[in-house]
């Protein structure tokens, strides 16, 4: 479980394909002690997004294939957003009464598979994706073309602190270009990068920031 400032514990974690749904979502609740959780807070927290149709946006509820309810969903996702139908990988950090959900996008063999950052002011949320343009990735390549290929797959992840400094711990592909071989999966290699909060004039709050080192 995720200790917030106020010592409030939470469990975060991602709902896989099923019998109910498709695509990945996340989920949050609060836990009475380490072990225990309070199910009566169980909440939607994440949607995978997916926009296309010339631009038009895809409704982010079909896939449901039973009666369940995704209505208390609450978040939103940024302006260009595509997660390939796929939010896994979440974890969340607090800082300074802000809670950030990361999560990874597209399925650990695509390489695309990255940190995305959403941000929010309890850790219920609600989350709110940020922009490709402005702050996500926190590691990894984007949408853009070419894509970069120094590195590529590097989703999963989780933040661990070290002498004062706040380190990305997550895998990636062992070849940033091509890992396939002979139309296998070749694997991942286990990474970890430095990642700061800067100032974010557009958001008017602190983001997540890799930085390389």
């Not at 974690?13 to 990945?24: E, L």
């Not at 070419?146 to 002498?163: I, L, N, Q, R």
Request: hydrophobic letters at 30%; glycine letters at 16%; aromatic letters at 14%.
């Amino acid at each position: 479980p995720v200790i917030g400032g106020d010592g409030t514990k939470m469990l975060y974690f991602s709902q896989h394909v099923s019998s109910i749904t498709d695509g990945n979502r996340g989920w949050g609740m609060k836990m009475k002690d380490m072990i225990t959780p309070d199910f009566s807070t169980l909440t939607l927290l994440l949607m995978p997004y997916d926009e296309g149709n010339g631009g038009k946006s895809v409704n982010m509820f079909t896939g449901t294939k039973g009666d369940i309810n995704f209505n208390n969903w609450t978040g939103t996702s940024a302006p260009g957003a595509y997660d390939g139908g796929i939010c896994e990988g979440a974890f969340a950090i607090e800082r300074d009464g802000k809670y950030y959900l990361t999560y990874s996008p597209f399925g650990y063999g695509d390489r695309r598979y990255s940190i995305m950052q959403t941000v929010g002011d309890t850790p219920l949320g609600p989350f709110r994706k940020l922009s490709r343009e402005y702050a996500n990735p926190v590691i990894g390549i984007g949408t853009e073309q070419p894509m970069y290929d120094f590195m590529s797959g590097t989703g999963h992840h989780s933040f661990v602190k070290a002498g004062g400094e706040l380190f990305a711990v997550y895998h990636a592909f062992y070849n940033p270009v091509d890992n396939y071989v002979n139309g296998a999966f070749a694997g991942r290699a286990i990474a970890v990068d430095r990642v700061r909060f800067t100032y974010s004039d557009y958001y008017k709050c602190d983001v997540l920031a890799g930085t390389g080192g």
